[in-house]
């Protein structure tokens, strides 16, 4: 039961970590704007989910790659969106990704080989 829990928990809150991402991508819709250029700065904006998916991906396969692609991840997001500079955007954004990432990296350890 334990293994079960720590094999889904990283999963599920990686999911829910690039969904939340993911809506704010919909700010690119503007008014008086081209259509292209709309979609264009959709696909722009859904980058980062584009890389929390592909971690995800990589950590479903290979835990302990993907729990340090994960923090590496975390990190980009702190430099690159300055979560440093608010303390609530580093908890909500950066810090979750660490977390996930160590979830990651724990289930490496703790795995048996169970069947899913």
Same mark, same amino acid.
């Given at each position: 039961?334990?293994?079960? /829990?720590? +094999?889904?928990?990283?999963? +599920?809150?990686? +999911?829910?970590?690039?969904? *939340?991402?993911?809506?704010?991508?919909?700010?690119?819709?503007?008014?008086?704007?081209? *259509?292209?250029?709309?979609?264009?700065?959709?696909?722009?904006?859904?980058?980062?989910? *584009?890389?929390? /998916?592909?971690?995800?991906?990589?950590?479903?396969?290979?835990?302990?790659?993907?729990? +340090?692609?994960?923090?590496?991840?975390?990190? /980009?997001?702190?430099? /690159?969106?300055?979560?440093?500079?608010?303390?609530?955007?580093?908890?909500?954004?950066?810090?979750?990704?660490?977390?996930?990432?160590?979830? *990651?990296?724990?289930?490496?350890?703790?795995?048996?080989?169970?069947?899913?």
């Amino acid at each position: 039961m334990i293994n079960r /829990f720590t +094999i889904w928990i990283p999963r +599920i809150l990686a +999911i829910i970590m690039g969904i *939340f991402i993911s809506l704010f991508a919909f700010d690119a819709f503007q008014e008086n704007t081209l *259509f292209f250029k709309q979609v264009l700065g959709f696909i722009i904006h859904l980058v980062p989910s *584009f890389l929390i /998916f592909i971690s995800l991906l990589i950590a479903w396969k290979y835990y302990l790659l993907g729990g +340090i692609i994960f923090i590496l991840v975390g990190v /980009f997001f702190t430099v /690159f969106f300055h979560t440093y500079k608010s303390i609530s955007s580093f908890l909500i954004l950066s810090l979750s990704l660490f977390i996930i990432g160590a979830l *990651f990296i724990i289930c490496k350890y703790r795995r048996r080989d169970i069947p899913l």
